[in-house]
């Protein structure tokens, strides 16, 4: 109200608030435009030219917007021209051959090589070798003659030759195409086809290439290790199973130079009705290739034979893949009843250790149960060396009837490589 009630003199009263200054005006500061003489602005800073003119005036503010649109335009054209020349650029890099943009396909990424394998544990899963550094080794060893292997083109047993002879003053650079993957990586899809049997089109969406490429290399790759290998699978002299013979040998059968025994390979059905009647097995039912294999004491594999049809009996493919040709007089062969070929050992000098032959439903002697443990428990080596063979997926599995010319090959591959690992029997 205009006093304050706390001083003693009430009648004095508050001095009165000065009145408000007088606000200054907002002052506008005039845009300068280049606008025709003309045209009156009320608002500069919300000024939009507009033109009231006839079509086609020539005045000033036209001519000038006209000549800004005009350099927009040309400049969005040249940006235009530039982009299509660097896709044109672009497209002919990759498409040499000048094919259409639709005919371009895009490239395949590889998803897996040799250099993912990080540990043993992986290479060994992938490819059957104990250890990174021996796969590394194996490869060096390798890799020399791989250089020069011809790859395979075609149907038949003779490769095509890529390039006609010539006369080099320097070494040419290798004829044909460029590899698309490298040598090691192409060993590392033909392990993994063996050991986890993986088919054609997994493998080559694995590794980025084609399926007529992967089996381009698969089937090169094969004859060309079933060569080098060959010379892992060797019959050893006596004298140097003697000095390497385990123990429960010496205890037994002093004199024994190797173990035999038939596995049998499950095949598809072919469609021919004779090759139905020669690969059919009564003991697995089911058409199978079967394979003489023999072991030294051991376990390493000394014997491997050609592969022949389920129906052949045991003794026709002893007495047929040349095994008995390696038999030296006082050898002892050790097999199962299903092999009685002592005569065939007789003619060589040599003795057989099998099981005793039950005569009819009367009980076995001692003797003859002593003899049948005793031939049981060394003879169950071969076996396992059998399932060290069919850790490769592709033989324990049903071989496909494309790979049945290649069976040999595949078989003496599997077979070299499970030589490299450590001895069965120490």
Request: proline share 6%.
């Amino acid at each position: 109200m205009g006093y304050d009630v706390r001083r003693k003199d009430s009648s004095k009263t508050a001095p009165k608030r000065p009145p408000p200054k007088e606000r200054l005006p907002v002052k506008h500061f005039k845009l300068e435009l280049d606008l025709p003489p003309s045209v009156k602005v009320d608002h500069d800073h919300r000024y939009i030219y507009k033109c009231d003119c006839a079509l086609n005036c020539t005045c000033e503010g036209c001519v000038t917007k006209q000549s800004e649109i005009n350099s927009l335009r040309h400049r969005v054209n040249t940006l235009e021209e530039k982009l299509i020349s660097a896709k044109l650029n672009t497209a002919s890099t990759s498409n040499p051959a000048g094919e259409s943009k639709s005919e371009v396909k895009p490239k395949k990424q590889t998803l897996f090589s040799a250099k993912s394998l990080m540990n043993d544990s992986e290479v060994s899963h992938c490819t059957g070798f104990r250890s990174k550094e021996a796969f590394d080794d194996f490869f060096t060893y390798i890799e020399p003659f791989a250089k020069e292997m011809q790859y395979w083109k075609g149907t038949g047993n003779t490769p095509k030759k890529t390039a006609t002879p010539r006369k080099y003053k320097q070494t040419p650079t290798k004829a044909g195409p460029k590899r698309k993957l490298g040598l090691k990586d192409e060993l590392l899809m033909v392990f993994m086809r063996l050991r986890l049997d993986h088919t054609i089109t997994y493998l080559a969406i694995l590794f980025g290439v084609g399926s007529g490429t992967c089996s381009q290399i698969i089937n090169t790759w094969l004859r060309f290790l079933s060569t080098i290998l060959r010379g892992f699978i060797l019959w050893p002299s006596r004298a140097t199973i003697t000095k390497h013979m385990p123990d429960q040998f010496k205890k037994s059968c002093k004199n024994l130079r190797c173990i035999i025994d038939c596995t049998e390979i499950f095949i598809e059905r072919p469609r021919s009705l004779d090759l139905q009647a020669e690969t059919w097995s009564d003991y697995k039912k089911h058409n199978t290739l079967k394979v003489l294999v023999g072991i030294t004491p051991n376990g390493q594999f000394s014997f491997v034979s050609r592969s022949y049809g389920g129906r052949a009996s045991d003794v026709h493919i002893v007495r047929e893949s040349g095994f008995l040709d390696l038999i030296e007089p006082y050898d002892t062969i050790m097999a199962d009843r299903g092999f009685p070929i002592q005569e065939d050992l007789m003619l060589r000098f040599s003795s057989l250790e099998i099981p005793p032959a039950a005569k009819g439903n009367r009980q076995m002697t001692r003797s003859n149960v002593k003899q049948t443990k005793k031939v049981a428990n060394l003879r169950i080596h071969v076996e396992r060396a059998i399932n060290r063979l069919k850790d490769f997926k592709i033989l324990s599995g049903t071989l496909p009837i494309s790979l049945i010319p290649q069976a040999d090959d595949i078989i003496t591959i599997c077979a070299a490589l499970t030589n490299l690992l450590p001895d069965l029997i120490s």
